[in-house]
């Protein structure tokens, strides 16, 4: 069975530190990847999603950046954390050529100080 | 432009019945799904529609008309435990991409 790990499970970092969230998959191959950011009430915003290997497509433009290494490997970064940074982190995957229901990790809370 | 909109609290009463509504205006239709999503933790997968009609799946069904751009979620014999946020979803036609709505955050009161 598939299964999504994600860490840190929490996180506070001071303003303009460096950050870099993981997230593996196991169990499946060329899953597509996404990451989210939840604030506190809100819905989901998709920050970036990836088919494959070193294919990123960004959807907001921001201080962040992602990366895919690996087939079931993605990683989110930041140079310098912003206040408005702080939020639920959510890695997801979802089958490539599949129906699209997507499979969240349990996620990082991250508090920007 | 791209929204979905949904209610933003319900409160039901343990046993009895609930419907969520979902009406979503989107660039393109390739799928509606809900997650459910308990206070602190990741959402889960509920259901999915991509043809109108409704699909059932134990205590939870889920009805599309695409015509109308007009989905729900409905609960029986609703528990305790479904006290949650119920969050749908439409993903565009090329496949990647999928807007979440900001979701209906249920209480279940005994």
């Known amino acids: 069975s598939q299964t999504i790990h994600q860490w840190p499970a929490t996180l506070v970092q001071p303003v303009g530190s460096p950050l870099s969230l993981e997230c593996t998959v196991e169990?499946?191959?060329?899953?597509?990847l996404y990451w989210y950011r939840q604030a506190a009430g809100r819905g989901l915003q998709l920050l970036f999603y990836?088919?494959?290997?070193?294919?990123i497509s960004s959807e907001v433009p921001q201080n962040l950046s992602a990366s895919r290494p690996q087939d079931r490997q993605f990683i989110l970064s930041s140079k310098k954390l912003l206040l408005s940074d702080s939020g639920f982190y959510l890695c997801a995957w979802s089958a490539s050529g599949g129906p699209g229901e997507q499979y969240f990790g349990p996620g990082t809370r991250l508090t920007v100080t | 432009g791209q929204n979905i909109d949904q209610p933003t609290e319900m409160t039901a009463t343990e046993g009895a019945i609930v419907q969520i509504n979902c009406t979503y205006q989107t660039s393109g239709f390739n799928g509606l799904f809900w997650y459910q999503q308990h206070a602190g933790e990741a959402p889960t997968f509920l259901s999915y529609?991509?043809?109108?009609g409704l699909e059932e799946k134990g205590r939870f069904s889920s009805f599309l008309s695409r015509s109308k751009g007009y989905s729900y979620l409905l609960l029986k014999e609703l528990q305790m435990k479904d006290s949650a946020s119920y969050l749908c979803?439409?993903?565009?036609?090329?496949?990647?991409?999928?807007?979440f709505g900001a979701g209906t955050r249920l209480f279940v009161k005994a």
């Open positions: 990836s088919v494959g290997i070193g294919q």
């Open positions: 169990g499946t191959s060329n899953p597509n």
């Open positions: 529609n991509v043809l109108d």
């Open positions: 979803a439409v993903r565009n036609t090329g496949g990647f991409k999928t807007i």
